[in-house]
């Protein structure tokens, strides 16, 4: 069974700095894509960064130059860094992964099967 554990949620502010985790487990496609959704109250959930097999990004267009996708294959985990972070960053963050036959990334819901309970992230201004 696939298990995605996001942590490293909280409050900062404005400026400042936050590291989300994805530990993911059960998982044995070996080639796959994962991303880091957000989503607020009243709105659909949005893509924010994947990270495709081959090692390629893609990033929305709001976080671009300030939030960083990377992840570590040998702790299987998956990590944002926030940077600049403003009040509109303000969201529960879920990491998400693919089933094994997506083709490079995608910053779309649908393409994924998998997904971690969420985080919050608060910033103040």
């Known amino acids: 069974q696939v298990q995605l554990v996001e942590s490293g949620g909280g409050s900062v502010q404005a400026g400042g700095s936050l590291r989300l985790s994805c530990t993911v487990s059960?998982?044995?496609?070996?080639?796959?894509?994962m991303a880091w959704f957000r989503q607020g109250p009243g709105r659909e959930r949005q893509g924010v960064a994947s990270?495709?097999?081959?090692?390629?990004?893609d990033y929305a267009d709001s976080v671009k130059g300030r939030f960083t996708i990377s992840k570590d294959a040998a702790k299987n985990t998956l990590y944002l860094q926030m940077n600049s972070l403003k009040p509109e960053d303000s969201d529960v963050y879920y990491c998400a992964a693919d089933d094994g036959s997506l083709f490079g990334g995608s910053l779309w819901e649908a393409d994924f099967s998998y997904w971690g309970q969420g985080t919050q992230v608060t910033v103040s201004s």
């Open positions: 990270l495709a097999s081959d090692g390629s990004t």
């Open positions: 059960g998982y044995t496609y070996s080639s796959f894509c």
